[in-house]
């Protein structure tokens, strides 16, 4: 949760606004804390960065809201993919002297734990052994 003083603005995104030069999604509200009873409390947008301007992030979320669930969906698979690839390319990096086995075997650890990594190396060694 962000929280920031000030007035806010809101953008041509229904549930975007602005609070000094931070965009964000939600209904802003005014909650009563510490520091006083003119705060507003909602979700940052920080799938767009810090780099930004609010105007770009609503353009682009209303872009996204318009487009089709197919395209968000092929967006979301590609992104996905992206980065699966960027962190197996790392690891490969980082593991010279690693078969591609080893590699995908360390890369099943650090995403989905080690016991399903040991279960899947072993599935993969029974399956490999002639019959």
């Known amino acids: 949760m962000a929280a920031a003083v000030g007035r806010a603005k809101t953008l041509q995104v229904p549930g ?8 964000y999604l939600g209904a802003p509200a ?10 507003y409390s909602c979700v940052q947008m920080s799938f767009l960065g810090l780099d930004t301007r609010p105007e770009a992030a609503a353009v682009q979320l209303g872009l996204l809201r318009q487009a089709s669930v197919g395209r968000r969906a092929a967006l979301a698979r590609s992104l996905s993919a992206t980065v699966i690839d960027l962190s197996r390319r ?21 995403n989905y734990g080690e016991d399903l990594a040991r279960r899947v190396r072993d599935y993969v060694g029974t399956r490999a052994q002639p019959r």
Do not use: K
């Open 30 to 39: 005014r909650v009563r804390d510490e520091r006083g009873p003119r705060r």
């Open 90 to 110: 790392a690891l490969r990096d980082t593991m010279t002297a690693a078969s591609e086995a080893e590699v995908m075997n360390r890369w099943l650890a650090l």
């Open 16 to 23: 975007a606004f602005e609070v000094e030069g931070l965009a």
